[in-house]
């Protein structure tokens, strides 16, 4: 079975979940970068036949607004989809109900669903290393329900959310005097809200707070705000302790 993906990935941490499962589940197809903006994801297109595995992060319990308005543009035309949202150890809330419902919107037929934890963009600290080795294995087995329930066509997966679904919010990274104007920040904006010719210029109605700038940065010369991000942290140390687990969603059976 192929599988082709359409990931939305400005740190990482989603497209290795997603890697997973797609090498795991069969051959991997083509792959679409909805974090690329010289893509025209209007010529993306699909057909029944087709197997495709939709991946985004949850931010705050959301899907990126970017990453919705990209996949709206795709042309699913009633290909089955798997979906994926990875989340950094709190909870992904509205995220696979929010992405079942714009991947619908695109023509799409939604055939199963995973939750995966994957290390915190914001506070790193947070699911250190995950997904880790229990982690790959357990999606790996994932998998395999997944590819028996597309063989099956057995319909789609009841998810969790709620709709209206809960606002979402960001923050937006500012350089420090150690940028160099190097312009790479600028050039992977998933948003294009750096000014490539002075990148200290950030256009805050576009930036959704992916943190890609300050992942990739290579003189780490980009930083969320001092006191929101100290704040920031001490909450998600508290709301995200513990150990969270991966969920799969699958048809109910009958």
Known sequence: MQIHALWFSPTGGTARVADCLLRAMGEPGSTVDLTD???????????????????????A???PALAMDRLARVRGNDARAVLVCAYGNRAYDDTLLELSDGAKAAGFRIAGAVAAVAEHSVDR??????PDAADLAQLSSFAAALRQALE??????????????RQGGGMVPRATDACVNCGRCAAQCPAGAIDPDDPRQVDAKLC????????RCPQQARVLPA????A??????KVCAGHRENELFLPAEG
């Open 232 to 237: 920031v942290c001490q909450m998600l140390q």
């Open 37 to 59: 903006r010289t893509v025209d994801f209007s010529q993306i297109v699909f057909g029944q036949d087709d197997v495709v595995m939709i991946a985004v992060p949850s931010f």
């Open 208 to 215: 959704f707070g992916c943190l890609r700038c300050v992942a």
């Open 152 to 165: 099956q066509e057995a319909g789609e997966p009841p998810l969790p959310g709620n709709r209206p679904y």
């Open 125 to 130: 600290r947070i699911a250190a290393g995950r």
């Open 227 to 230: 006191e929101q991000y100290a």
């Open 61 to 63: 319990g959301r899907v």
